[in-house]
Each structure stands twice: as structure tokens, then as C-alpha cells.
């Protein structure tokens, strides 16, 4: 389909891409993928397509997913938190340290995970917003630092035996569903929605499309980043309670080079790098499509070193169809 | 592009038709490593490859990126447990990580066998996961091994200072070797006194830098006993590029391809070697006794061998075929 085509006579595909992005917010392609995936790997393995291995991908995409929705605010605002995994494990121990070590009971506990990681975002936005360091810089720092204070606070050992009502939080099931698939989709919906129709959202877009112009907007840029890094730090520390008590214990390695892999989400699903552009439906569509291809691979006895050059290989490939698309329309 | 439609429309109706015809399956045995990337897990794979094979059993073996990947290490699991094996055969990442997917395991009636201790029987106990059975190498030991070695060399009433090189601070393995060789030492020749203990994070360089330190404040150092090989090769360059070489014997534990080469070299003395291929080897031929219904042993010790220049030149020890 030429351009000049799309132009005079917009064929059925074009007209489709258009309104789910208008209304969904979303990138017709990713679905596509995501389903000829599905569709991929039902007839090469005979244990993919069941109920409960669907809620194996969720539950395996879940702390990752609250990772990429974290990534796709703080992108879409041209920003960057490379501290994403590394304020996960130190989240986890924390609420660990609480609930265990100190025994307070478990809403202090849960307050105090997803706490210390808004603690550590508030930082990483103070220092940026107030101190003028490149956020590359900071959240490269928080990097170390979080994952060095998640070793000191547990002395490098797993904090094992949360209580009972913890525990519901990652093993519990409501509806036959698990716990954490629950809060996943529903934090996605909320952050949906708060990015695609809220003032808030659009506030975040406009931020990453061009600083300036938002500047003169009468936007507070630099109160707007600090909330929205409090934010990045506390979805981790969300993904951090997640992982915590799905393995009753806090793991100061958990969440090793998660960022790098929420920033992957994120893109594959349509976030621009550069800011601008970013939608969490698109983010949750990526990291599922990252899910499925892990999941399918694992269930054929595929290598997990082949798995991350897969990754890899439909992280460019999304970005390239992206590129291409865009070129095309400005040809017109 | 509107053809993709169509082919994922069709795809999906291929989908629905193969989802109603999933076949049958012959037993398998899951099989969940760290990284293969470390020779050790390499060695024990191939070890359970191997037993797979004279067992005559099909398995399905999976590891993760890196021995870090707790959660994706979860993740293959529970992925794992889709294709229905009778035994799930595990080299945790830590203590607590396959929790969950070991619960489901137990809970679907597969057998679960942790390979190498890597799993802790008090949270197994708390977690009322009832695991077939635990195979590998007893970290005391192998310490204890090590002073037994040193005193053999030095003699029972030598007098002296001796290094410990610690593995990483809070890992137990580390621990259980640093501690199983103190307590030997103490017992076989009071006269050797452990000057310090230090942690060497399993780190070369780290440990390179710590034995260079203590040679400064006891020039006339007897031994050094660190709790991997890579730790004791670190060792070995700063006790030879100070100069003292022959006076000092410096004992590793693990027994890689390293290690045999500086043993072999006249370098380091000697090195308790664990035997990752037989624990693989061994753990599938006893998984196949359990799931043939007979009885297993709770808690499976390989043992572990002392490798020196004279073992291995003489080459007459049995074990030596599985050192890898």
C-alpha cells in the first residue's frame, strides 16, 4: 500500500490503525504480533494453550509489567530510571526487614515496600528536578545505591517468612486467579487511563513532546518530573511487594537488569524512546508479547540464551516497522 | 497488509483445532538449572544428560541467563510443570526462590529432588513442601578435608599462622567450608592459629589483595585455605610474586579446569574437589529408583576429593574420571 493510496482512499487497515489509536490508544501492529505468536506457538507446542498456562504468562509477566508501566510514564515525559530493578529488590527487602526482622504488622509492612520505593523515585526526581544532574546520571547512581542498601539491610541473605496475611498478596487467589495478575491489570487499567485521558497524562506527553513549549504552556515541569519519578519508585516498590510474596521471602538480588527489560516492554509496545508518545495498553501488549515468546520458548525446551537474542531480535524489529511507518507518512 | 488479518484469523482457527487434540506423553523427568554458563552447573548438567540416558529416561532440561535470575528461574518452573513430568529435579538459585512452583509440583503429585542443597529443610519444613530427596556435595566436609590435607603436610604439631579465605559475607556454602575447616584445624593441630578470616566474595583480585595484606603482617605464613578455587588461585599469585612459593601451601575447593591446571603446574597445592557430573548423574538414576516406587535415601552425600599433584599424576584414584 503506497501512501498516495492511504491518502485518497484509506483501505480497511488503515482506517483500523487509526481508530485504535484514536480511541485505545494503541498500535494495531503489536496486537497482530502478539496474536501470530499465539497462534505460532499453540501449533508447535501441545501445552500451550490452556487456561492455566495463560495464567502463567500473566503471573510470570506481572512485577515485570509494573516495572514497564513505571518505564512507559517516565519515557513518554523524555525522561529515563535505570534504578527501576534495583528499587524492586530493595522494596522487597524492606517490607521483609518490617514484617520479619522489626514484626510489625502486615499494612505497615505493605506500606513500607511500595514506600521505600517512592522514597527512592522522590530522590532520583529531587536530585534531577532541583540539583540539575541528567537523569541518566541519577537514576544510574540510585542503580548502586539501592541495590547496595538492599545487601546491607538483609546481609546478603534472603529474609524468609512473611506473615500469613502478606502472603495473600502473591499466592492468594480471588476467582481462581492469582493475586498478582489482579493488581497487575488493574493497576494497567488505572494507569491507563490516567495517562491516555487525564490532565495529568497529557501533561506528562506534552513534557516529553517538547519541554519548552510546555514550559510556556504554564506547565511546572519540574514539579510534574519529580511526581512522576515518586511515581517510577513507587510502581517498583508495588513490583517489589509482588515478587516479595510471591516467594515468601525478600531477595536483595531480585530484579537484576529488570529495567532493561521494562524499557523493552515499553518500546516494543509503542513508547517513544525520546518522549512524546507512550500508551500503557501498548506497554502491557509488549511485555505480554516478551511473556508469550518466553513462555512458548520454555514449553519447547528452547535455550534461554536463544531466548534473549529472540528478545532482542523483536525489540529492533518493532521499532523498525515504526520507523518505517512514520517515514512513509511524512513522504505524503 | 490486510492479508495479516486474514492469516491470523485463519491462525487462530488452527489454534482452537490443535488446542482439542493435545497427545498423549511418554514420562519425563523436568530437569531446572542455574546458568550452564559456570562450569560447575555445565558439568552437572552434562553428569544428568548422561545419567538420563544409561537410565534410558526422556528429560527436558531448561536453565536460566544467569545465576542471578531468581525470578525467571520461577518463571521457566512453573512453565515447566505444563508438560506433566513425574519428578522436577531443581538447582534452586536461593533458598526461597521456587517456593510457589515447587508447592504446585508437590500438589500435582511430582516428585521433587533438590539438586546440590540449595534448598533450606527448616523453610521446607515451614512451607509443608515434602521433597523425595536432596542430593550433593557436605560443605563441612570438604572444609574439614582441606585441614586434614594441610596437616598431612605440616604435621600435627606445626606451629603457625593460617589464612581463611571466606566466600561471600552471608552465603552459607562459604560459610559451612571456612567453618568446617576451622574446626578441623582446631582439633587435628592446635599449634596452627587462624590469623584472620576475611570474606573474598568469591572475587580473585579480592582475594589477591587480602592474602597480600596478611603476608605483610605475618611474613612467615604456613598455610592459606580458601572457600572456592577462584579465591585460592588469587591467593597463589601473591604468595608467588612475593616470593614464597615454596613456604606456603594454599588449599582451594571446587576443583575446575583452573585449579587442575595450577595444581598440574606446581602452583597451587591442592584443591577439594567437588564431583558436579557424578551428582548429576547420580540424582537421576535415584530419581528413577523413586519413581519406580522404591525406597531413597532422604539426603544424598557425593563425596568430595582431595586433588593434589600426586593424585593426579599417579591417576589411580576412581573418582578421578568425574573431576571435569
Known sequence: MTPIDAKSAPGPWSRMQEKSIEQLHIRLESIVVLLGLITLMTILSPYFFSISNFM??????????????????????????????????????VGAAFAVNLGMPTPVAVIATVGAGALAGLVNGFVITRGFVPAFIVTLGMLGIARGLALVISDGRVIYGLPEWMLFIGQGRL???????????????????????????????SIGDNENAARTAGINVEFHRLTLYTLSGGLAGLAGLLFATRINSGDPTAGITYELTAITAAIIGGT????????????????????????????????????????????????????????????? | MSKTLKYSTAGLATM????????????????LMKTLANPFWGAMGKGVEEGARNAGVEYYLQAVESDQAAESQLNVCNTMLERKPV??????INSTNLLPCLKKAQSQGIKVVDLDGNLDPDILAAEKIDITFSIGSDNVKAGAQGAEYMVSQLGADAQGAVLVIEGLSGNITGQKRANGFAEALKELAPGLEI???????????????????????????????AANDGMALGAVESVFAAGKGDDVIIIGVDGNSDAVKSIKSGRLTASVAQLPYLVGKQALENVKMAVAGNDVEKQVIVPTLVLTQDVMEAGTEPMLEFVK
Do not use: C
Open chain 2, 195 to 225: 590469623v584472620a578470616s576475611l570474606p573474598g566474595d568469591w572475587d580473585r583480585g579480592k582475594a589477591a589483595n587480602i592474602t597480600n595484606d596478611i603476608l605483610t603482617r605475618n611474613p612467615d605464613l604456613k598455610g592459606i585455605f
Open chain 1, 175 to 205: 476467582f481462581g486467579i492469582p493475586m498478582p495478575v489482579i493488581i497487575f491489570i488493574v493497576v494497567a487499567l488505572i494507569m491507563h487511563i490516567v495517562l491516555a485521558y487525564t490532565r495529568y497524562g497529557r501533561h506528562t506527553l
Open chain 1, 272 to 332: 517513544n524512546l525520546f518522549g512524546g508518545r507512550g500508551s500503557i495498553l501498548g506497554t502491557m501488549i509488549g511485555a505480554l508479547i516478551m511473556g508469550v515468546l518466553q513462555n512458548g520458548l520454555n514449553l519447547l525446551a528452547v535455550q534461554s540464551y536463544y531466548q534473549q537474542m529472540a528478545i532482542g531480535g523483536v525489540l529492533v524489529l518493532a521499532v523498525f516497522i515504526d520507523q518505517y511507518q512514520q517515514r512513509q507518512e511524512t513522504k505524503v
Open chain 2, 16 to 31: 482452537a483445532a490443535v488446542a482439542m487434540s493435545v497427545p498423549a506423553h511418554a514420562e519425563e523427568y523436568a530437569i
Open chain 1, 56 to 93: 502463567n504468562i500473566l503471573l510470570a509477566t506481572s512485577t515485570i509489567g509494573v516495572l514497564a508501566i513505571a518505564a512507559t510514564f517516565v519515557l513518554s515525559s523524555g525522561g529515563l530510571d535505570l534504578s527501576l530493578g534495583s528499587v524492586m529488590g530493595l522494596s522487597g527487602v
Open chain 2, 87 to 92: 519428578a522436577m529435579i531443581t538447582a534452586a
